[in-house]
């Protein structure tokens, strides 16, 4: 058992703090609570109380409580402090060095790994400020996370949603794992995000992958101390930290990153490439009589090139996304493609942009089928996975 303190932050996004100690009870860890004044106005501290079955502390000038130094004892008795929504202004306070309040001078005094959920409109998360104090936290050793995508309570849409509880009580696993670096000295190499066939200058085929299941695997992988070279297809996501990110559009281009990047001890390759390329025109296609002729012709399979190389890693995983008979057509991609493992999806839902992932591990030992999981989960759990193969392949 673990004790995490949780600092909940103002916001609409505050309710979700409940689930987050819903779970973390349910893994046996001790959550005790501070409540900010904003956060008070969304959710109240008996909500709180009774979820993590401990005392919600809400000010400094409690006399009984400060009388024993009570923030200092807050701050240094629980194993992980969690600041789950964290507010533009309270991570101000924080890259600050701030203590005005109970929740900012708690922070200010303690000497436990913190982890940071940030929550708050797109605007205020992409503002240039926001960015400098996402940078001096993470280089205080703060981890923040990345806020998620979507629909907000504002009416508007980007990043900034708080990362839904199941993700936060992964990283929170995370972070209180025991340190351990199986794949120190190791190279990987992972593929993300689609790829761009451009048509004209304005026009191109594309498809739906938000290429978060490959971020979330580099990132996986760089926690368990491996080098990751990432080759990212056009996506928008910020690079996870201590990996080299190689940005490209085509497949042509995906395959030339792989082929550079070799050597390597794995390669992942999660991103979802076109089959598929026209001769792009130099000008824009105007309507006329018709729609224009467009003569396909078909692009590198990057994963069966990488398979057939002289330079093959020892061990090379690719992806299925599929919409039927997932498993099926994943078996048959395996032996096609000369690939070690398939990770099959089915993606006939929401899972290209989702949050979560139902996945099936194919190896040469069978067809391994993993529950619904968030996609952090999924990667950590097949990082995981290669640190192991590649242990037993040395």
């Known amino acids: 058992m673990k004790r995490i303190l949780l600092i909940v932050g103002g916001g609409i996004a505050a309710y979700k703090a409940c689930e987050l100690i819903r779970l973390l009870r349910r893994r046996g860890h001790a959550v005790r ?3 900010t004044e904003g956060g008070s106005y969304f959710v109240t501290p008996m909500t709180l109380a009774a979820l993590s079955e401990d005392k919600v502390y ?30 533009a202004d309270l991570m101000a306070r924080m890259a600050a060095g701030q203590a005005g309040d109970l929740a900012s001078t708690v922070l200010l005094a303690t000497d436990k790994p913190v982890l940071v959920a940030p929550a708050m409109n797109v605007r205020m998360w992409s503002h240039a400020a926001t960015r400098r104090n996402v940078a001096t936290l993470r280089g205080d050793g703060i981890t923040v996370l990345e806020p998620d995508e979507g629909a907000m309570a504002c009416g508007e849409y ?3 949603r708080l990362p839904e509880p199941a993700a936060i009580a992964a990283a929170i696993d995370r972070a209180l794992a025991p340190a351990h670096h199986p794949l120190a000295g190791r190279h990987v190499l992972v593929t993300a995000g689609p790829t761009h066939e451009p048509i004209d200058p304005v026009r191109f085929f594309a498809n739906r992958s938000s290429g ?28 996870p930290p201590g990996i080299e990110r190689i940005d490209v559009d085509t497949a042509r281009e995906m395959a030339a990153a792989v082929a550079a990047a070799l050597p390597a001890d794995a390669a992942v390759m999660v991103a979802a490439v076109a089959d598929w390329r026209v001769d792009a025109a130099d000008q824009k ?3 006329g009589s018709g729609p224009p002729s467009l003569t396909l012709s078909e692009n590198p399979d990057i994963l069966a090139e990488l398979a057939r190389s002289p330079d093959r890693p020892p061990l090379v995983v690719g992806f299925a996304a599929e919409t039927e008979q997932v498993i099926e057509h994943a078996l048959a991609k395996r032996a096609r493609k000369g690939a070690d493992w398939i990770v099959a999806n089915d993606v006939s839902g929401d899972v290209m942009g989702g949050e979560a992932n139902t996945v099936h591990l194919v190896t040469a030992a069978g067809v391994e089928s993993w529950e619904r999981l968030p996609k952090s989960t999924v990667a950590a759990r097949l990082a995981q996975r290669i640190a192991d193969a590649l242990k037993d392949l040395s």
């Open 33 to 35: 609570c501070v409540l």
């Open 285 to 287: 296609l105007k309507k």
């Open 58 to 87: 809400t000010t400094l000038w409690d006399l009984k409580d400060e009388a024993e130094m009570g923030h200092i004892q807050l701050s240094r008795e629980a194993d992980l402090v969690v600041v789950a929504p964290a507010t």
């Open 212 to 239: 978060r299941q490959g971020f979330a695997i580099a990132e996986a992988l760089a926690a368990l101390g491996a080098r990751v070279t990432l080759v990212a297809g056009p996506v928008t996501l910020p690079t």
């Open 158 to 160: 980007g990043a900034g």
